[in-house]
């Protein structure tokens, strides 16, 4: 294995490396059926196919009369033709018994069945009725204001793959299909343990040379953001016995562990030592920026992550490896969820070779487009650099850095300001971007 | 109001419009207090400031020795600065008691408070040790290796506004500062009505001329998607009584009512009729494709919305109207959470003067960029078009149209693949762009 020398670790794993061994050691959860209404946010298991085509049978698209195309060729408002019109009337539901021939037309109503014989509908609007003929003032080609059977989708055509992440979209399909339970893949397990003797739960007083707990409940939200089901064991203490008491029985109830803090190699960095225990550490000191204490391995039939305790640091290890880990186990695409844009760097980022760079940057409207300005940073536990970044820049290993100047793809932490319907709403006091 | 002639609708009222008179009817909720725990996801309804400086005290961020930065100028390798070691350590919790001087040294760990006169930390690597006094290998300026008193945030300052959705960071940031509980938007309560003779559940038989319900599961997630607490009550009959009933008791227990299918103008279009009776009716018939019969208004707390019966319709009237009625109603900006792309399009799309169009694209990546090209629909009925498309651009209404090769901005359904780590996973079955 390839590594560079880092702070502590004798070596340090590439993140793409890192991330090959994480996908050998995934297995993919076997999926579980539940009703549409639980389906929402969950990923499809099954390939869902048209069991009919849609729609079923051709039928007028509009209010008019049904005729053969070649019947209206050459009308126009100057130049009418005249067909003889047909009895009855073809209605949603019930539909004319009868073939239609050349010259003849009959009344259609929208969504009734096409009248055999006929391929087009002509709009009322362009239709004069005298007694047992109409006069039709506008040509229509064949399939005109017709939906064609089959022509939204053919019977046995895969409408929905396995590995798509059911939304609003998803859901209707499934709906108008019938389906009322579906496979989907089994959400995710987790479980969070934050370790440390200095820690204090948020609403605690705060002793001597304490800091809170900051990284739990941060992560929980992010694994739920990436489909799991995820849940805050809490603080456990710094002690060989305690952390090892915790592990067992977190990995025993999870798919996926994360523990953080108390993962470096100082001498109270127990986590990697009682993990050895229990399992089998893969990676353990990655060369990544921040984020660089970040391990993982196996524990029992769960995967345990080793993050760092600083906030910033954490967040990005879980995005370089967890919600990889969390989409690989339901099948789904891996998939950054911020967007990226494009932006020109106002200020150098120095990196360095071998190593993969998060750097937090403000964007910014300038006269090309947006511009990235990396966020001062003192360190990896400053977190309000992480309130005023709008998004990070990702610098690869075989670079030392990125000039000023340069174009930059920019994730960015919230969705550009906006409304869907393309009109600005005047309520809008903290546009994230712009 | 300004308009243009709709079909069946005496007059359509422009979106623009419909958007500030729903503006002028919502109303934001008052806020609630929850538990961190339960804050992911929800927006923050009050400013939260620092109680205190970070770091509370200036402190060494390497472990090393404090000094005077004047006392290393011109220090290098070749011409070492000797300076007397003081006895005694600071460490973090245990700072160290006396007052250093110029031409003086004191040994620091990380986190430690920095000693009262130095105003910096020189490196343990760049210092040799001899007896009582160090050799410094190398200059320091004011503040190196020194995380400064309030150099992260000062006291008092607002380190997230109200407005503000709670994610990942913002939890790391309120758990740093102690807080166990905030205050939160209340999220909207919704209910979802279907109406329509001809609608069946999924999961059951379908009848002569009945389709299934489409809509209604798709509104609840999107309802969630945009922090409301959405609930679907099912299938109403189109009677005048029933439907009446429905409405009433919804109205009473939610914030906002969602009513699909039946809001248009034809003879069983009952809905505008029933409303009228209940409340009073805003809009009626806006100047979108599709979505021209969507409207809203108010029966007593709640507002109501009425929304087509056709799904390709109904998400979009949602995301138009609904998604910045529900982020209003939380107090947090009007934001699409769609990402956008800038797009060369490769087929002319038609439009209307005076009306604003949302036209389902697929996304390739072409030679000079991202490329869109509209999906071939019949209908809004058509869902299969809407599984295919990978995102919509918004036609305005001064516009006839947009010619083929012109630059639009496409909003994407699912977010561009790619892992955040910006190294790509092997597997993606499914990569939605590219």
Known sequence: MRSIRGRGFRELTLLGEALELLERNVKRLPPQEVH??????????????????????????????????SSTFGASQSSPRYLRLREGEARAGSGWQGVLGEGEAVRVSTGAPLPEGADAVVM??????????????????PGKNVALQGEDYRKGEVLLSAGRLLEARELAVLASLGRARVRVSTRPGVKVIATGDELAEPGEELGEGMVYEATGHALVHLCRSAGAEAERVGIVEDSREALEEALRAAAAQADVVLVTGASSVGEHDLV????AELGRVLVHGIAMRPGEPTGFGRAGRALVFMLPGYPVATLFG???????????????PVNCP?????????RKIASELGRRDFVRVRVSVGEGG????????????????????DGFVVVPENT????????????????LSGSCSGIKVKYAPADNVG
């Open 36 to 69: 549409l209404s639980q389906a929402g946010g969950r990923v499809l298991a099954e390939d869902v196919r048209a069991e009919r085509d849609s729609p079923p049978f051709s039928r007028a698209a509009m209010d008019g009369f049904a005729v053969r195309a």
């Open 370 to 389: 947006f511009e990235a300005e990396p966020v001062r940073v003192s360190g990896s536990g400053v977190l309000s650099s992480m309130l005023r970044a």
């Open 124 to 141: 009322l609007e362009h239709v004069n009725v005298l007694g047992g003929e109409i006069e039709v003032l506008r040509a229509v080609p």
């Open 318 to 332: 879980f995005e370089a490896l967890v919600r990889p880990t969390l989409q690989l186990m339901q099948g789904t």
């Open 400 to 415: 030392e850095g990125v000039e000023k100047g340069e174009c930059v793809e920019v994730r960015l932490f919230a969705p």
């Open 338 to 346: 911020y967007p990226a844009v494009k932006a020109v760097l106002r």
């Open 272 to 275: 990697p030592e009682v993990f």
